[in-house]
């Protein structure tokens, strides 16, 4: 099994966005506890939502974010094609304004 981080891309961060009605907060939570029940064990890490993010040079510079991250989970699964299935069926893509979902391998620290 690896491990594999899904980063989820929004329009805008939860943040940013108008908050939603108790109930339609409670119907999208719904949809994500039930993909996480998909998930089972293999779920490490549920995620939270992220915002303001800064890229940092390495002279220290500082930059606002091309790409807004609107949040992560981290899962494990048998490979990335697993993975990649269960990012298909990931509610955060049927959200509003294009979203989408990068899944990443984390990889074995060289020399560790």
């Known amino acids: 099994m690896s491990?594999?981080?899904?980063?989820?891309?929004?329009?805008m961060t939860p943040a940013e966005?108008?908050?939603?009605?108790?109930?339609?907060?409670?119907?999208?939570?719904?949809?994500?506890?039930?993909?996480?029940?998909?998930?089972?064990?293999?779920?490490?890490?549920?995620g939270t939502p992220l915002a303001n993010g800064v890229r940092v040079s390495a002279g220290g510079a500082t930059a606002p974010s091309q790409r807004e991250v609107a949040g992560y989970s981290i899962i494990e699964?048998?490979?990335?094609?697993?993975?990649?299935?269960?990012?298909?069926?990931?509610?955060?893509?049927?959200?509003?304004?294009?979203c989408e979902i990068e899944v990443h391998e984390a990889q074995q620290i060289p020399g560790m």
Do not use: T
């Open 3 to 11: 491990k594999f981080v899904f980063l989820y891309h929004a329009p």
């Open 17 to 46: 966005a108008a908050p939603p009605a108790p109930e339609d907060m409670a119907a999208a939570m719904e949809q994500w506890n039930a993909w996480a029940a998909k998930v089972g064990n293999g779920l490490i890490d549920f």
């Open 77 to 98: 699964a048998e490979n990335l094609e697993a993975a990649v299935e269960l990012a298909k069926q990931h509610p955060h893509l049927n959200m509003p304004g294009g």
